[in-house]
Structures are given as C-alpha cells and as structure tokens.
C-alpha cells in the first residue's frame, strides 16, 4: 500500500530555512508526479507545489514561488521540499501527497500523515 | 481569499441528503475536472470523488458528484454519524498553472 512519510518539520525562527523530506514506499516512486500541499492550524488546504516524475517540471503557488524549492531523489524514493526565508504564516502542517499521473497537473490521490513546521521567535 | 468558493458549513440530520457547493471561474471549474477530498476530524485528506463525478474503491454510492459550468458540488445521502468532516474541492487553473482548492466546508451531522 502507499505509505508517505514526512520528516523534518520543527520550531524554525522567521528568516531562517528548513527542508522537509518525504519518504515513500509502496508504489513506484519514479514513475509518479508528487505534490506538497499545507494547511495552517485551524484553516483549510493550500496548495505549495508539484514535481514531475523525472523533476523535469515544477508549478508552485504565488505565495512560496522564489522562496521554496520542491525537489526529488528517484534513487532514494524521497521528496524534498526546501523553505527559505521562513514567515510567520508559513506556519502549517505540511503534506506530501502522491499524483496519478507522471506529468502535473496530476490530481492527488493519496496523502502522507503530514509534519509540522512552525515559524516563530 | 481561496480561489474556490464553498459554504463554511452544512448540516444535516442522520438519513438526511446534503449538498455542498463549489464555485469557480473559467480559468479552473470550467476547464477542468473536479475533485473532492474528505478530512476526518485530526486525519489526513482522502480523495473522496475524482474527475467531478468518479468514486474511488472503497467510497459508498451514497457520495455523488457533478459540475456545471464554473460550480460543482458534492452530494451525500443517508447521511450518517461517520460523514463528519471537513469537505474540500479542488481543480487545476490555468491562469495560475497550479491547484487551487476551496476554503473548505464542515459537515455536521445533528
């Protein structure tokens, strides 16, 4: 069965990086778009970013372009996402979440448990 | 501001049918297939119902969707004790080139 894992996710202070991995099992990792999706305590979802198979393609959201970086190793079945020049609204539980198809738009279809970065002094 | 509008709220009695509404532009609904995504209170989003009206394994016939034009909407009957939850549509636009999803509506079940 699919079973994404996120890690990383902690205390960070406003300006300062962090990156988030997802590790993934149970279905061929390269061979399937991913996603990060977040959603701020208490508030709804917002979509971050999507990834092709290969990393060829990448979309991100107006609110993280230039400031997140979504990346992928295929060999280690693991899904980055790298925040830079953190906010205090980038405050969220963040998801990894498996596409349906190879290439974006590729609607999501499964989701990890998601892990929380909270960005405060 | 989500791009996507839904009610906050919906509610029904046990047996009851609700509907829950999504409304968008030409740049996402209109021009592309909806989804819809459960979450169970404290749990990780499911898809619930893909490419507007498409149930995955495992989700009862009592879930239906459908869209026309810039607005979709979920609809659930026999409602039970176990559909509460907040519901969360979603579609491409392609003025953004990326997802958008509504703001969310939250079930609740008298």
């Known amino acids: 069965q699919v079973q994404l894992v996120e890690s990383g996710g902690g205390v960070v202070q406003p300006g300062r990086s962090l990156r988030l991995s997802c590790a993934a099992s149970?279905?061929?990792?390269?061979?399937?778009?991913m996603h990060w999706v977040r959603q701020a305590p208490g508030k709804g979802l917002e979509w971050e970013a999507v990834?092709?198979?290969?990393?060829?393609?990448?979309y991100y959201a107006d609110s993280v372009k230039g400031r997140f970086t979504i990346s992928r190793d295929n060999s280690k079945n693991t899904l980055y996402l790298q925040m830079d020049g953190l906010r205090a609204e980038d405050t969220a539980v963040y998801y990894c979440a498996k596409g349906v198809t190879s290439r974006p738009p590729s609607r999501i279809e499964y989701w990890g448990q998601g892990a929380l970065v909270t960005v405060s002094s | 501001q989500s791009a996507l509008t839904q009610p906050p709220s919906a509610s029904g009695p046990p047996g009851q049918r609700v509907t829950i509404s999504c409304s968008g532009s030409s740049s996402n609904i209109e021009s592309n297939p909806v989804n819809w995504y459960q979450q169970l209170p404290g749990t990780a989003p499911k898809l619930l119902m893909y490419t507007n009206n498409q149930r995955p394994s495992g989700v009862p016939d009592r879930f239906s969707g459908s869209k026309s034009g810039t607005s979709a909407s979920l609809a659930i009957s026999g409602l039970q004790s176990e559909d509460e939850a907040d519901y969360y549509c979603a579609a491409w636009d392609d003025s953004l080139s990326g997802w958008v999803f509504g703001g969310g509506t939250k079930l609740t079940v008298l």
């Open positions: 990834i092709s198979y290969d990393g060829s393609d990448k």
């Open positions: 149970g279905f061929t990792f390269s061979g399937y778009a």
